[in-house]
Structure formats: structure tokens, C-alpha cells
């Protein structure tokens, strides 16, 4: 018997069904030892298509390596798979990762995957779920291969390289205005608020994403469709000989498809890199700054450099939640309102603010109050008109202190950092319904002291499980880790599920929960 390790993708049609359903088949001649969750991926070689699920399995087999690639391909054809283009959309692709420590090159099989190297997504997996698994050639296991991937690729955004395509395409950038939001916590609601005030009639980009890349960018409150606007920025780095990141091919292709909708507006909340980030390719027309903590002091020297990073990428008149250090915010939120007589239910939060009267919002938590506040201050600067509150009833987000189910109460938040979690805390409270079992999974470089403290004034017992990421910590000292999050999930226990988008967006998925409105 030989020790194979699969991977399994799709996305076309019904992509966990397809998975599961070549599991099935796999397993008349591969006996399974284990198989990863499936997780969201970006396309890889040819991004105009589709995101991928992907999942990584471990077995046994007592085939040869052809035979198991014939049978292997067997399993694509039952399914359904043709082969028209290169690394084109698929309904399911099997390829052999590794075969025992076999090194093989033949007219039909090389082996190990001869571009496994390349390919962070199944890295990952591998990283994360099966830490004894080496490279037969590279001689290093999944991590450091990893490691050796991020340090090959850019490591930061270049803006300048992103200018010229867009220069190239037309500036399309400069040709829409835009209310940027950053912060530590609160950005994604906020800009959604922008949007919903905007009655959706804008262009929205929300980064990161929690449960597919398409939440990213809207347009009119729809998933725009960017894979050509994708292929025109691709089309013109290549001619330029400019190399730019994934992420910078989708602000490209997201500012391309705001002008071509002929936006007026459109609200763009920032990634993690402040004034480097892609989404800075232009001095931006309104600014807001939501709360601000120590998130992502880890990627930078120290958090007053974190600060200036952040505080230097603002332009325009600026609206801020609190006083902001060195800065002179035309608005203030907390000092020009006062709330009072908050009620906050599982269906959602209401308050009555001085001078304004009730707001109410779907999501969860005063600080949702707050960040009503800080989006009507914005639309108030871009328009002149005073905000409709009513048109914020429906916005959703994902894993933004989000109930999943009622009966048993489950409760799945993506807060990473202080203030998030102070606030997920004072809500949970609110509610009424603690004690709860917590599951909590932090990224390496989160202070798990932190959570923990606010955490643990809910008075659950708290388990932890490892969020389905690279930089996922894998324990946390005194904590019991979870053998098996779903069988913990599908338990009649009254659960909250904080720490990480990582670990809540394939929680979303698994109870198909990824709301967005």
C-alpha cells in the first residue's frame, strides 16, 4: 500500500456537492485517513472564472501511480468534467499531490504535482492539517514551502505599477469619487451603511472577503461580474511587462467596472496596508475612520507606525468614531451625538439618538449604532441631504456578531481584535444569553490574552480550534482544542463562534449562512 495525498477542486454547478460526490467515488480504491474542509480559493493561472472550493485528502491505495491517475480521471469523466481549456472552470479536478516519496516523470504522470510549489491554496491544507507530509524533492514540509512562496512574491502593493495600467485603461479610477473607510474595526459595516444610504446606487468594495471573493466588489447592491475588467488590467500589465498582485488586479478591475456603470460614488473600504494599499491608487474624496485598535500591529514596526500609515492615507474632509491623534476631523461622531435607550434583540439593534430619534439596524450591537452614525455623516458630506436611517433595515454582513441558527443559539463573529471584541461582548451580554459554549480561533500574531479576558466574562467554557488559515495558531495554553468543529456545531449547546474571518466563513458555509444585504 502506498500513502497518497489527493487534492479535490471545483467551481462550477454545486461545488461541495461535487467534491463530496468524488470523495465517494474515490474511496472504491483509495482508503481515506483523512480529508480537509473545503475551502474558498481564487482561481489559479486563468483568474476569469469562478472561485474554487478546494480540499486536500489523505489515503491509502494499493494502485500503481498510473493506474490511480487513470482512475483518477475515471472519477472526473462520471462526473462530468471536459477539458477544453487550461486551468479553465471545472466541475472537479483530481490531481496526485504526492505518491508515497516516489519521484516519477513519465509521458503521462509527473509526480509530485510538478506545480505544487507554486500553489499556496494547497499549501495551506497541507501546512495546516498535515504537518508530517514532505516534499519528496525540496525536502521541506508544506510550511516552509510556504514560507519560501511569500517570501518570492511581492510583499507589498505597488501602487506606482498599478497607476500605470489604469493610466493605460484611462485613469477609470479618477473617473469615479469615493468615500474610503478605514480603521480597526467596524470598516465592512460602515461601508455597506455608506452604500445603503446611497440607496446601493454606487460602487462597493468591501476587503476583505469572509465567505466568497464576489462579496468584495458590488454594484446597485448586486455581485458585479469583474472577470473581464480582470483580463483588460491583465491584458495591459502584460503589455506594460508590470507585475501586479491579485488584489491589485481586483481594484483594477473594480474601479474599471464603476465607470463602466457609471457610477457617481463609490464607497471603498481599505485592506491592511493603509496608504500602500492597492485601493489608495488615488487621493479619495471623503474619508472615515472607524475605531481604531491594535489590529495589524503585527505587520508593521510598531502601532505609532501602524498609526501614521493609517492616519497618513486620508484625503479629503475627514469624519472619525473618536478623536483621532494629530489629525483634525471635520466630524466627530461621539461628540455630536449622545444615544440612549438601546434595545438589542436577536432579529436587531434599535437606539434613539439625541436630536435624530430612533435608529435601527439588522446587525447586531450599539457599536452598529454607532457606525449608522458614522455612514450618515458620509453620505451627508457626499450629498448635502440628510440620511434615511430606514434604508439601513436590511444591510447585513457576514460574520458581523451574525445569528446563524436560534434553536440551538448559534452566534458566529469575526472580530480579531479589542475593540471587537469588547464589542461582541457587550452584545452578547445585551442578548441576555450567556453562558455559552465559545469556540474561539485566533491568526498567529493576535493577542489571545486579549480575547480571552473579554471572553471569558461571558462565562462559558471556551474551546478553541484552529482557524482554516496558514497563520492559524494551533493551540492556546489551558484551552481544550476541538477535535471536530462541525460534530461541536451540529451539538444542542447554546455556541458562539468568535476570533477570525478564518474560521467563521467555512462555518457560514457549512450552514450556508454567508448573508450579505
Not at 458585479?224 to 488590467?233: E, M, R, Y
Request: proline share 6%; aromatic share 8%.
Amino acid at each position: 500500500m502506498a500513502t497518497v495525498y489527493v487534492s479535490f477542486g471545483s467551481n462550477l454547478g454545486d461545488r461541495a456537492s461535487h467534491i463530496r460526490n468524488a470523495i465517494d467515488l474515490t474511496s472504491d480504491f483509495i482508503s481515506w485517513q483523512f480529508i480537509t474542509p473545503m475551502v474558498e480559493t481564487a482561481p489559479y493561472g486563468k483568474v476569469d472564472q469562478p472561485t474554487f472550493l478546494n480540499a486536500v485528502g489523505k489515503g491509502d491505495t494499493g494502485l500503481t501511480p498510473e493506474e490511480l491517475l487513470r482512475a483518477l480521471l475515471d472519477v472526473e469523466k462520471k462526473l462530468g468534467r471536459t477539458r477544453e481549456i487550461r486551468w479553465g472552470p471545472r466541475i472537479i479536478d483530481l490531481d496526485i499531490l504526492t505518491y508515497d516519496n516516489l519521484v516519477l516523470h513519465s509521458e503521462v504522470l509527473t509526480v509530485p504535482h510538478p506545480d505544487l510549489h507554486n500553489r499556496d491554496f494547497l499549501l495551506k491544507l497541507l501546512c495546516q492539517f498535515f504537518p508530517e507530509w514532505s516534499h519528496p524533492v525540496l525536502k521541506k514540509n508544506a510550511c516552509e514551502l510556504l514560507d519560501d512562496l511569500t517570501t518570492r512574491m511581492p510583499t507589498s502593493f505597488k501602487n506606482e505599477n498599478l497607476r500605470r495600467v489604469l493610466g493605460a485603461l484611462g485613469n477609470p479610477h479618477e473617473k469615479v469619487k469615493t468615500i474610503y473607510v478605514t480603521g480597526s474595526s467596524g470598516k465592512g459595516s460602515v461601508a455597506a451603511m455608506v452604500a445603503a444610504l446611497f440607496n446601493n446606487n454606487v460602487g462597493l468594495f468591501l476587503s476583505p472577503f469572509v465567505c466568497t471573493s464576489e462579496e468584495m466588489v458590488m454594484i446597485d447592491g448586486k455581485q458585479a461580474d469583474l472577470s473581464s475588467f480582470k483580463q483588460q488590467v491583465l491584458s495591459v500589465a502584460k503589455d506594460l511587462n508590470v507585475e501586479l498582485t491579485p488584489f491589485e488586479v481586483l481594484t483594477g478591475a473594480a474601479y474599471l467596472a464603476f465607470e463602466k456603470a457609471k457610477k457617481e460614488w463609490a464607497v471603498v473600504e481599505t485592506g491592511i496596508e493603509s496608504q500602500h494599499d492597492a485601493t489608495n491608487v488615488k487621493k479619495h474624496d471623503i474619508s472615515v475612520v472607524t475605531a481604531l485598535g491594535m489590529d495589524h500591529f503585527d505587520l508593521f514596526p510598531d502601532y505609532d507606525f501602524y498609526l501614521r500609515e493609517l492616519l497618513n492615507s486620508l484625503s479629503g474632509p475627514v469624519i472619525s468614531l473618536g478623536p483621532l491623534p494629530g489629525v483634525d476631523a471635520d466630524v466627530v461622531v461621539q461628540a455630536k451625538y449622545g444615544i440612549e435607550d438601546s434595545q438589542i434583540t436577536l432579529d436587531g439593534t434599535q437606539a434613539y439618538v439625541t436630536g435624530m430619534g430612533t435608529v435601527r439596524t439588522r446587525m447586531l450591537g450599539l457599536h452598529q449604532i454607532w457606525n449608522a452614525l458614522l455612514a450618515g455623516e458620509a453620505y451627508r458630506a457626499a450629498t448635502g441631504k440628510e440620511p434615511e436611517f430606514s434604508l439601513l433595515s436590511d444591510v447585513v454582513l457576514p460574520a458581523r456578531i451574525q445569528v446563524v441558527r436560534k434553536d440551538p443559539l448559534l452566534i458566529v463573529d469575526g472580530g480579531h481584535n479589542a475593540p471587537a471584541f469588547k464589542s461582541l461582548v457587550e452584545t452578547i451580554n445585551d442578548l441576555g444569553v450567556n453562558p455559552m459554549r465559545i469556540i474561539l480561533g485566533l491568526v498567529k500574531g493576535k493577542d489571545h490574552e486579549v480575547a480571552l479576558s473579554y471572553l471569558k466574562r461571558l462565562g462559558g467554557q471556551i474551546f478553541y480550534y484552529p482557524p482554516f488559515s496558514d497563520r492559524a495558531l494551533t493551540e492556546l495554553p489551558g484551552i481544550p482544542t476541538l477535535p471536530n468543529l462541525y460534530e461541536a456545531l451540529e451539538e444542542p449547546t447554546p455556541t458562539l463562534v468568535a476570533g477570525s474571518f478564518y474560521l467563521a466563513g467555512p462555518v457560514l458555509r457549512y450552514f450556508n449562512a454567508c448573508q450579505l444585504g
